[in-house]
C-alpha cells in the first residue's frame, strides 16, 4: 500500500522528470534546429511542415535517449532540495530507514521504466520512420549504394554476388549466382547484368552462361538468353540502412536479424546492440535513479547546485560507457548482449559501493 511519504516523494520525482524532460529536450531541438535551418530553406518548407512533420517526432526520440540521464537528474534535484531542507533528516528522524526512503524513487523508476520499454519497442519506431524519412529527403544527401563485390548468402545452398549495384535505377552488374555444398562448387550462372522489374516483381537476367560441376574433370556448359527469375534478393537489401534500427519495432527488429543472420551478414552486430540496448534501458533508469537519491541525500556544502553538478558529470560518465560498449559491440570486440548490459552492471557497482558509505 502506497502511503503518503510514497506520494509525496514520487509526486515530486515525476513533476521534476517531466521538466527536465521539456526543458533539455526543447533546448536540443533548438540546437538542431538552428543546424538544419539551411537544408529547411533550401527545399521552401513550411512551419508546419518542420513541426508537425520532423520535430514531432524528434522530440520523443530525444526524450527517450536521455531518459536515464533526465532521470537521474531530476532525482539528484528533488533528493538535494529535501536534504537542504533537511526533510530527510526529519523523515529518518521519524523512525524511516534509508532503505525504505529508496522506496518510492525505484517505484517512481520502474513505472518510468515500463513505459520507456512500451514506448521504444512498439511506440516510438512507428514515429521514427518518419522522422528518418524527413531527413532522408530534406537533410541527407541523395543515397548512392556503394558497394563494391557485394556477396550475400539467399539461400542454405545459395550464393549471389555482384561487382556493383545501381540503386537509381535497381541494375546490378557482374551477377554471379553459385550453387555451394560445403566447400564444393556445383553450379555458376553468371550474367553481365540483373534489373528489377517493379511491375512483376522479378529480377531481368541478361544472356546467362551456366557452368555445372560433376567432378573434378566433368563440366558443362549452358548458354541461355534473357530472361526474368525470381531470388531470395530484393531492391530493398541495397537500400539505405540510415537509422533503419530505430525505425524498427521489436518484433520487426527480431525478424531483420533472423534474416541477416541467415544471410552471413557483416552488420548484424548493429542490429543485435539496439535490440539489447532496448531492454537494458529500464534497469538502467532504475540503477540511476538511486544511485541519485545515494549521492544527495545528504546536505552538501556546495548546495543543490553542487549535487546537481555532479549528477551532470555522472550522467555524462553513463553515457560515455554507453556509446564506448555500443562501438565495441558493432565492430565485433565485444558480445552485443554484454556490451548493452556493461553501463548497468558498472553503476550497479558504483551504487552498492556507495550505499555502503551512506549514512542509514
Known amino acids: 500500500m502506497m502511503h503518503l511519504l510514497d506520494r509525496y516523494i514520487i509526486r515530486k520525482f515525476l513533476t521534476a522528470f517531466f521538466f527536465t524532460v521539456v526543458v533539455l529536450v526543447s533546448v536540443i531541438c533548438v540546437i538542431d534546429y538552428t543546424e538544419k535551418n539551411d537544408d529547411f530553406l533550401r527545399h521552401n518548407l513550411s512551419a508546419g511542415k518542420i513541426i508537425f512533420g520532423y520535430y514531432i517526432y524528434l522530440f520523443p526520440y530525444f526524450a527517450n535517449l536521455l531518459s536515464p540521464i533526465t532521470v537521474f537528474i531530476a532525482v539528484v534535484f528533488v533528493t538535494a532540495q529535501l536534504a537542504a531542507r533537511t526533510e530527510i533528516v526529519a523523515i529518518m528522524a521519524s523512525g524511516v530507514s534509508f532503505r525504505r526512503l529508496l522506496q518510492p524513487y525505484a517505484l517512481g523508476a520502474g513505472f518510468l521504466g515500463l513505459i520507456t520499454f512500451g514506448i521504444v519497442g512498439w511506440v516510438l519506431p512507428n514515429g521514427s520512420k518518419h522522422r528518418v524519412q524527413f531527413e532522408r529527403d530534406y537533410v541527407k544527401s541523395p543515397y548512392r549504394f556503394e558497394g563494391r563485390n557485394v556477396h550475400i548468402k539467399i539461400g542454405p545452398r545459395s550464393y549471389v554476388s555482384l561487382e556493383s549495384y545501381d540503386n537509381t535505377a535497381n541494375v546490378g552488374f557482374r551477377f554471379v549466382l553459385e550453387t555451394i555444398d560445403g566447400t564444393v562448387l556445383h553450379r555458376r550462372l553468371s550474367s553481365d547484368a540483373i534489373s528489377w522489374d517493379s511491375t512483376h516483381h522479378v529480377w531481368r537476367m541478361s544472356p546467362q552462361l551456366i557452368r555445372t560441376f560433376k567432378g573434378p574433370r566433368n563440366e558443362t556448359l549452358l548458354s541461355l538468353p534473357a530472361r526474368d527469375t525470381t ?32 544471410r552471413g551478414a557483416n552488420d548484424t552486430q548493429l542490429y543485435l546492440s539496439e535490440k539489447y540496448e532496448r531492454y537494458a534501458y529500464p534497469f538502467a533508469i532504475v540503477i540511476l535513479a538511486l544511485i541519485g537519491v545515494i549521492l544527495s541525500a545528504r546536505k552538501s556544502r556546495a548546495g543543490v547546485g553542487g549535487q546537481i553538478a555532479l549528477g551532470f558529470v555522472l550522467a555524462f560518465v553513463f553515457i560515455f560507457f554507453v556509446m564506448f560498449s555500443r ?30 558509505f551512506v549514512p542509514k
Open 231 to 262: 531470388l531470395n534478393l530484393f531492391p530493398k537489401d541495397f537500400a539505405s540502412d540510415y537509422h533503419l534500427a530505430e525505425t524498427l519495432t521489436i518484433p520487426e527488429l527480431n525478424k531483420l536479424i533472423k534474416s541477416k543472420m541467415e
Open 327 to 356: 562501438n565495441l559491440a558493432q565492430v565485433g570486440q565485444l558480445s552485443p548482449l554484454l556490451a548493452a548490459w556493461i553501463p548497468s552492471m558498472i553503476f550497479s557497482g558504483i551504487g552498492l559501493v556507495l550505499y555502503r
